[in-house]
């Protein structure tokens, strides 16, 4: 009879899974990013009530947030290819509907997803900032360009750190969807290696531990990043 438990075979297969976390960084670290300007944009629209484009956007939020991520990254992986096939159809154009590559579907599907997010997120933090200051801004003659950039942003951004930094951590983990339309990830790898080895307890905790290492990681650098931003706060107190 084998082991019931295999400590020895977790050992062996951790390197092997870790080849595979670069592309796990990878697709969160983009994916933030783009999510984190798209969500810039929606929460301004959302701010200043833009009209017609703030409607729409608030559709965008409550859509997001009241479906699964699995279903979201499907729709994607689905539905980019039937729409470039429309295109060509209806324009004659020749866009290559097998030739985009899988991480390209993955990065569109997380950023979406943690646009939306990051948006509710910032737009709070845009309407904590006192008005008072943006009123003197336009009394000095301020344009709306240099409100943003030098009074608004900065101020919400300091204090939408700490919860941007929770939709990031969400982010990492959700990449573990991908290996769904079969990207090689964290994930992926593992089940490969689980398969190998008929070993899939000891391979989930090897998993589990590296998200939960890279995850702390991360937001011990955040909290490094909140209290560097608000150096300014307690310089004012003293």
């Not at 390209?104 to 997803?113: G, K, M, P, Y």
């Amino acid at each position: 009879m084998g082991k019931i438990f295999d400590p020895v075979f977790m050992l062996q297969s951790t390197p092997e899974i870790l080849t595979a976390l670069p592309v796990t960084l990878f697709l969160a670290l983009v994916s933030g990013v783009i999510g984190f300007l798209f969500a810039l944009i929606v929460a301004l629209i959302r701010y200043f009530n833009v009209r017609i484009l703030s409607p729409l956007c608030k559709i965008y939020v409550s859509y997001i947030r009241g479906t699964p991520m699995l279903i979201q990254l499907m729709l994607v992986y689905f539905g980019i290819p039937l729409t470039l096939r429309a295109i060509n159809e209806y324009f004659g154009t020749g866009f290559n509907i097998n030739g985009v590559p899988r991480l390209v579907f993955a990065i569109i599907a997380l950023s979406f997803n943690a646009a939306a997010y990051m948006s509710e997120t910032i737009r709070a933090s845009l309407l904590a900032v006192d008005v008072g200051q943006l009123e003197a801004a336009y009394s000095i003659n301020m344009n709306l360009s240099q409100t943003l950039r030098r009074i608004l942003i900065p101020q919400a951004l300091t204090i939408a750190i700490p919860p941007l930094a929770n939709t990031l951590i969400s982010l990492i983990k959700e990449t573990s969807l991908v290996f769904t339309i079969s990207i090689i990830d964290l994930m992926a790898r593992a089940k490969v290696v689980g398969a190998r080895g008929f070993r899939f307890f000891e391979i989930y905790v090897v998993v589990s531990i590296i998200y939960w290492i890279v995850c702390t990681v991360i937001s011990r650098f955040l909290i490094l990043a909140e209290k560097h931003s608000r150096k300014y706060e307690r310089s004012l107190v003293s």
